[in-house]
């Protein structure tokens, strides 16, 4: 199955820009979507396709990448950032990576 | 509005199965695939399976053996069915609306399921 390797964990000031990665271990095109989990809360889709923005969410937040390594970028970071993202394949089956616990200094 | 709400036993006991219902409302399952993931308590999503709009099922590997997708259309109803639980299935289970077999657009809010006896 296809692998997503991503940092365990950033520390960002609100106004920072922030870029978390995903790498896959084989190329999956650009089959890949970005997720956003607060706590005791459902996973909120961000960007679909590698740097399409979902409905409704803010510009702030944009994807970028092809093939094995992608980026989520979030500038300027907010307060309410505060969550945990999850990128997702669907090259091949669905995977999703460990997730990126984003905190706010 | 789009919405799915996951319903089902909150324990059950090893070795037994889990039957879970996620219903849905805003859209027809003829149009668009549902799938389900689960998350252990403080550890990531793990794609478990879904159900096309024609009806197809795919399941992930490694739990391929023991499920079971269907559907019922006319009340707008997904199942799953997991068979010979143990305690490492203990994890929030989501049903999720799928788009073109790629991501999840609108997801439910999950139900608790721990397997202990």
């Known amino acids: 199955d296809t692998v997503l390797t991503q940092s365990p964990a950033l520390a960002v000031s609100p106004g920072e820009r922030v870029s978390i990665s995903c790498r896959a271990s084989?190329?999956?095109?650009?089959?890949m979507h970005w997720y956003q989990q607060k706590p005791g809360q459902q996973p909120k889709l961000l960007i679909y396709?590698?740097?399409k923005l979902a409905f409704g969410v803010p510009a702030r937040f944009s994807g970028s990448g092809s093939g094995t390594d992608f980026t989520l970028t979030i500038d300027p970071v907010e307060a309410d950032d505060t969550a945990t993202y999850f990128c997702q394949q669907s090259w091949n089956d669905r995977t999703f990576g460990g997730g990126t616990k984003l905190e706010l200094k | 509005q789009v919405q799915l709400k996951e319903s089902g036993p909150g324990l059950v006991q090893p070795s037994q199965t889990l039957s879970l219902t996620c219903t849905v409302s805003?859209?027809?399952?003829?149009?668009?695939?549902v799938g389900w993931v689960r998350q252990p308590p403080g550890k990531g999503l793990e794609w478990i399976g879904e159900?096309?709009?024609?009806?197809?099922?795919h399941y992930t590997p490694p739990l391929k053996s023991r499920l079971s997708i269907s559907r019922d259309t006319s009340k707008s109803q997904i199942f799953l069915k997991m068979d010979s639980l143990q305690t490492e299935d203990t994890a929030m289970y989501f049903c999720?609306?799928?788009?073109?077999?790629?991501?999840?657009?609108?997801w439910g809010q999950g139900v608790m399921v721990t397997v202990s006896s």
């Open positions: 396709k590698a740097s």
């Open positions: 999720a609306r799928s788009r073109y077999h790629d991501y999840f657009d609108y």
């Open positions: 159900i096309w709009s024609g009806g197809n099922t």
């Open positions: 805003g859209f027809s399952l003829t149009n668009y695939d």
């Open positions: 084989e190329g999956v095109d650009s089959y």
